[in-house]
């Protein structure tokens, strides 16, 4: 029963936490293989279909990550910056 009382504040310090570490990590996909060699090029052409529309969605991914990411950090940026504001405010009275 002691422990209620800590709810609250556990509650805030994870909505704290998670906040700032929301930003995202957008990896790029790696590219895909294609040999050299045509005739391992058609022995291989299913895998090979396979893997570049696996990429080709996957970086389709990873730029909507991108964007997310950079409108993510605009608005973080932009919170700082009216915070810095503010602290400068308080330093002139």
Do not use: W
Request: hydrophobic share 40%; charged share 25%; net charge negative.
């Amino acid at each position: 029963m002691k422990l209620l009382h800590l709810v609250p504040q556990v509650i805030l310090l994870s909505a704290v936490v998670g906040s700032s570490a929301s930003s995202a990590t957008c990896l790029a996909p790696q590219r895909p293989f294609l040999p050299s060699d045509p005739q391992a090029a058609r022995e291989y052409a299913d895998l090979i279909q396979n893997d570049f529309e696996i990429y080709i969605q996957d970086i389709q991914s990873y730029f909507r990550c991108l964007d997310d990411e950079r409108a993510r950090a605009f608005q973080e940026a932009r919170e700082v910056s009216e915070e810095y504001g503010r602290f400068l405010g308080t330093l002139e009275r």
